[in-house]
């Protein structure tokens, strides 16, 4: 079975600090994803990744950066956590010819 | 006209009821497509994967994409109260050596007992 694993459940942080959201999947899968998910917004694709040290921004990317130094590790990176940030994250992950991806439990972020 | 369009809900149905919940898109460049089953405060699972237009079932669901259409549904009989959850409809097409996903926003489902 394919494995996502993201390292918070449950986030509570203040507004101006940095914040790291990470995502580790054990399936040898290039491609990995960040998304965020607000009621009647849907998901959001924040950032991706096909291949290590690279990055591809997604349809919401202000406010975040992400980092992919080895393939089963994606991070998401907020400088600056803001109100308007919070949000349930999702990291996602699937093979480079694959359509279908695998989700995380996801990481609930709470910005006071 | 957003990309994918779902119904939000919720939808009520009881125990043993079919349940047909649906999608419309509007690029036609679309040909990979999804269902996800996401129970509350959890992430998405994979439920079905077509490809193209035509049905595929797997036990007590039905995914079917008309693509003359721009149409996707997902049928489940005998619905269960387990059954109670958002389902999400994704879809992709592929373009380069790499593919996104383009979600609807969900449609909330509840199963009474």
């Known amino acids: 079975d394919v494995k996502v694993t993201q390292s918070s459940r449950y986030l509570v942080k203040r507004t101006g600090e940095k914040v790291f959201l990470e995502c580790v999947q054990d399936?040898?899968?290039?491609?990995m994803f960040w998304y965020r998910q607000d009621p009647g917004l849907g998901l959001r694709l924040i950032y991706f990744?096909?291949?290590?040290?690279?990055?591809e921004k997604g349809d919401i990317p202000e406010g975040y950066s992400v980092s992919r130094e080895k393939k089963e590790r994606f991070s998401l990176i907020l400088e600056s956590a803001s109100t308007n940030q919070t949000s349930m994250y999702l990291c996602?992950?699937?093979?480079?010819?694959?359509?279908?991806?695998?989700f995380g439990p996801g990481t609930r972020l709470l910005v006071l | 006209q957003k990309e994918v369009e779902q119904d939000p809900g919720p939808l009520s149905v009881p125990e043993g009821a079919i349940v047909s919940l649906n999608c419309t898109y509007s690029?036609?460049?679309?040909?990979?497509f999804m269902w996800y089953r996401q129970y509350s405060r959890k992430g998405p699972e994979l439920l079905m994967y077509?490809?193209?237009?035509g049905n595929k079932e797997d036990g007590r669901f039905t995914a079917q994409v008309d693509k003359s259409s721009k149409y996707i549904s997902l049928f489940i009989r005998d619905s269960q109260p387990s059954d109670s959850a958002t389902y999400l409809c994704?879809?992709?097409?592929?373009?380069?050596?790499?593919?996104?996903?383009?979600f609807g926003k969900g449609t909330m489902l509840l199963v009474s007992p």
């Open positions: 990744s096909y291949d290590v040290k690279m990055k």
């Open positions: 077509t490809y193209s237009s």
């Open positions: 690029n036609s460049a679309f040909q990979y």
């Open positions: 996602a992950s699937t093979h480079g010819g694959a359509e279908t991806q695998y």
């Open positions: 994704a879809m992709s097409a592929r373009d380069s050596g790499y593919s996104t996903l383009t």
């Open positions: 399936m040898d899968h290039e491609n």
